[in-house]
């Protein structure tokens, strides 16, 4: 069958979006429209903006639906690689452009029609404290699903998310929220697909009580100087280009909030440089990189504003655009209990806390476990599945707390954090003198 105008159609659907960067900023993003047998889908290193037709990867569905049930190495790398190697072998015989990452998600939607993109209103909800709970509220038809590692671990996730709202609500979802990434809209047509994200910004907008303030800034003669002396010192240091930018926005923006999204990462890097003055610039140009292993993409300026470095003047300018996108989060975070702050001043009391929530959860559990395990030796005098029961337990812990990038994201904390645990829970266990823990196999 010829599907040139649902290709037309899916083609327009990304142009328009692609071009708008209420939408789409620095070419992210992906659309794809479904057959019963093929899915054609933006390709990697495809812009929205500009795609065609013909441009779309197409994959054959059945290939795609058997990645469900693969048996993939636990090790991350190798699964990754196998997960990769798949999806390549699971285009149409021929096609040899490479599909988006994300192509397993877009299959997940029974629906034909679908857009992925990474609004900044969006993901200043998506991006908050609180931005569950808004989204519960403000579109209780929508499916949430919490930050993981992106690749295979998400889609199995974003799957099993969307089953179940399938069983609790007997129809499928349509929009999927994406914890610090984006959303996916889903429909039958593209004018539904349209539909649909229109109404879902104009929900979100409705309930944001601040929006950014980008009225400009005044200088004068020797403020102009001092930031052009900066841009040219700046684009010396990087080895390229530097692009300043400023409002009252900017000004008013807290260099030590955490990256927000991966596009922010990409693009603007996980840390920025913030100074009081330029006194010293160079000093900490130096030391920055020489701290994190790469120069200062972006570097804030008290009272004077953003400048973003890179090695074209393109792409300085992306750079600038990427890292203001996640200015105007944080303003949009705003009204969803803010965003989370970085491991900063007050990390002591964050890694306490953390520890203790972790504490918390893995006592629970052992509890759980300890119930059931008289429950087992009440009913079957089996008392090795009492182990069995507490390891699974374990491991579901385990899996959630890897999953969730809510905790301090240090991984010299978290072996700290799971090493303590150890201790605790191996005296619980020697206070109450339980058997069973004796086995090396029901704790960590």
């Known amino acids: ?12 659907m990304s142009n328009k979006y692609g071009s708008n960067p209420a939408y789409v900023l620095a070419g992210g993003g992906n659309t794809s429209f479904k057959s019963n047998d093929n899915l054609w889908i933006k390709g990697s290193g495809t812009a929205l903006a500009t795609i065609k037709a013909e441009d779309f990867v197409v994959m054959d569905r059945s290939k795609l639906n058997l990645m469900w049930t693969a048996d993939y190495p636990e090790n991350e790398a190798a ?27 877009h299959d997940l939607f029974p629906q034909k029609y679908i857009l992925h993109v990474h609004p900044t209103l969006i993901n200043g909800l998506t991006c908050s404290v609180e931005g569950e709970a808004a989204m519960r509220k403000l579109l209780p038809e929508a499916v949430w699903v919490d930050a993981c590692k992106p690749g295979y671990i998400l889609a199995l996730e974003c799957k099993e998310k969307m089953d179940a709202y399938k069983a609790a609500n007997g129809k499928d979802a349509d929009l999927l929220f994406l914890q610090n990434h984006g959303i996916f809209f889903a429909a039958d047509t593209a004018e539904e697909v349209g539909a649909l994200a229109e109404k879902t910004m104009a929900t979100v907008t409705a309930a944001v009580t601040r929006f950014p303030n980008e009225e400009g800034v005044a200088v004068d003669d020797a403020t102009a100087a001092r930031i052009d002396a900066i841009g040219k010192k700046l684009a010396s240091l990087y080895g390229g280009y530097c692009f300043a930018v400023a409002n009252q926005e900017i000004l008013g923006y807290d ?13 603007a890097k996980a840390k920025q440089l913030a100074l009081d003055s ?55 975070a705003e009204s969803f209990g ?43 005098n089996q008392h090795r599945q009492v182990a ?41 266990a020697l206070f109450d003198a339980l058997p069973l823990f004796n086995d090396q196999n029901t704790l960590f």
Do not use: W
């Not at 196998?82 to 397993?104: H, I, W």
């Not at 701290?291 to 090695?311: H, P, R, V």
């Not at 029961?389 to 905790?407: A, D, F, H, M, P």
């Open 388 to 428: 069995a029961n507490i390891g699974r337990q374990r491991k579901l812990t385990v899996r959630e707390c890897t999953r969730s990038r809510k905790s301090c994201c240090d991984m010299a904390i978290r072996f700290t954090v799971h090493a303590l645990l150890r201790f605790c829970l191996r005296a619980v």
């Open 278 to 332: 330029e006194e010293g610039l160079e000093e900490a140009f130096a030391a920055f990189e020489k701290e994190n292993g790469y120069k200062a993409k972006i570097t804030f300026i008290k009272g004077l504003g953003m400048f973003a470095c890179d090695s074209t003047e393109k792409s300085a300018q992306t750079a600038a655009s990427v890292m203001y996108d996640a200015v105007k989060v944080v303003c949009y």
């Open 79 to 105: 699964r990754e690689s196998a997960v990769l190697q798949d999806m390549m072998d699971a285009r149409v015989e021929g096609e040899t452009r490479r599909p988006s990452v994300e192509t397993l998600l």
């Open 1 to 12: 069958m010829n599907y040139q105008a649902e290709l037309a159609a899916l083609a327009a």
């Open 255 to 267: 260099p030590a909030t955490k990256s927000l999204s991966p596009d922010h990462i990409v693009y």
């Open 338 to 380: 803010g965003v989370e702050k970085a491991l900063g001043g007050n990390a002591t009391a964050e890694v306490f806390a953390y520890i203790l929530s972790a504490i918390t959860i893995l006592i629970s559990v052992y509890l759980i476990g300890v119930i059931n395990g008289f429950l087992c030796q009440i009913l079957t």
